[in-house]
């Protein structure tokens, strides 16, 4: 089972602050990466809600959807504010694009190929402290998460799979927390939720992905106690692999099951990106026209047959946030007429298209 990790869920805990295999010290790597690390996403990552968000368009930054937020609350970038006017999200992952009023100093490109597997990575995060060890059998096979302390760190790992995780998370890369990554090793806790993880790509450090979750919650044989941990070794435990009481196995094998952390993929969702930030207008991208049938809308627009859309509606087009109502309508090559269930709640509407995967 993946958590999502942020301080404010309920339940199952969500993704959080980097913690290393090589150290417990809370001031340790709480300051930009240096030498071959330089530029490496520390200056894209801003503050939002208690989590973080990295800047890709002069007005718009991404961060992870289950973290919240509203057009109410703030971006602090590089000590100074920004003020969203609008929110992007899909179904297909756990992404959340904002658009701000006013305009970034910078901002980060985005990794574009499809080769992440065994690629080098930095990661961001704030959130808890390494805690105490977990021990098992004797042996200690990794920490429980800590104190919450909201600090910024990064660590590094590598990319050890493409792991699709279902409906509204899609494909997500997977790092695991082997101690064989080096003094700067590190997995995500509570708190990384939103951070970005980036990628070296001809030259230039890219953002390639967004913390999402990590493996667990896990228990041991001894009490049933519950808890979370960044594990180097999992045996000897159980994990919880769904959301009933019974949904637990048993970790064994003959050499060592790390734990992982998954962060939400870019390039498997360029194409929707691309399509909030850029919004060029194109024939295969009219403006949508509405008509109301009683309690009913009918939004129609004009589509290509190698597009697929998705519509989105919110009741302030200057400052309202845009939620996607239905999505992946394929084009036809005439026109598509999809229709509004929420209609009869809101008496006014605003509608627009963007491209789905």
Known sequence: MCLCIS????????????????????????????GALTNSGWQYQGLWLNFLGTPIAPQYFITANHVGGTTNDVFLFNGRPYHP????KTFDSDLAIWQVRETF???????????????HLVVFGRGTQRGAPVVVGGQTN???????????????????????????????LRM?????GGSNECHISDGDSGGGVFIQEDGVWKLAGINHGVDGEFSNAVDGAIFTAALTDRRGLFQQTGSGPSDWISINGALPVPSAFYSTRISANLEWIYSVIDFNLGRDLPTPTTLRIGGKVLV?????????YFVQETTNAVDGEWITFTNNVAGSGGTVTVLDPNAAIFPTRYYRLGFAQ
């Open 176 to 180: 695991i927390f082997d101690g064989h």
């Open 300 to 308: 129609s627009f004009v589509s290509a047959s190698n597009r697929a």
């Open 7 to 34: 301080w404010v869920a309920l339940g199952a805990p969500r993704a959080g602050a980097v913690l290393f295999q090589a150290t417990g010290d809370p001031s340790d790597n709480t300051s930009a990466p240096v």
């Open 142 to 172: 990794g920490w429980f998460w800590g104190a919450p302390d909201g600090v910024q760190r990064w660590g590094e790992n590598d990319v050890a799979a493409i792991t699709n995780l279902g409906v509204g998370v899609g494909d997500t």
């Open 85 to 88: 006017v609008a929110a992007f």
């Open 105 to 119: 100093p910078g901002y980060a490109r985005l990794y574009s190929s499809s080769d992440e597997i065994n690629q």
